[in-house]
């Protein structure tokens, strides 16, 4: 079945920097589009940035130039690249693997990001 594992999540200081890490199994990683999407304590799930299978990327007002996301189709792996991290990043980040013509979309089940002094 798919499977989609997020990695790299911990506690960090304002200002620091992560990189998460999401590996897919269980779908042909290259034909979907990926994203990163989050969700703090009390708010809905929110888009953080997003890469077609083409590369082409777009990201939240609230985080471009700070957050950089890529993949590795040859390593079904997608990743999400944070500097400059602010307390108002805290949150579960979610990895998220849509094919809208096919009707899949699938989502892993979180990593933590706590940005704190």
């Known amino acids: 079945q798919v499977q989609l594992v997020e990695s790299g999540g911990g506690l960090v200081q304002p200002g620091g920097s992560l990189r998460l890490s999401c590996a897919a199994s269980g779908l042909i990683f290259s034909i979907y589009h990926m994203g990163w999407y989050r969700q703090a304590p009390g708010k809905q799930r929110e888009l953080v940035a997003r890469?077609?299978?083409?590369?082409?990327?777009t990201y939240a007002d609230s985080v471009k130039g700070r957050f950089t996301i890529s993949r590795d189709n040859a390593k079904n792996t997608v990743y999400l690249r944070m500097n400059n991290l602010k307390p108002e990043d805290t949150a579960v980040y979610y990895c998220n693997a849509d094919h809208s013509a096919l009707r899949m979309n699938y989502w892993g089940k979180g990593t933590l990001v706590t940005v704190s002094s």
């Open positions: 890469i077609t299978t083409s590369g082409l990327t």
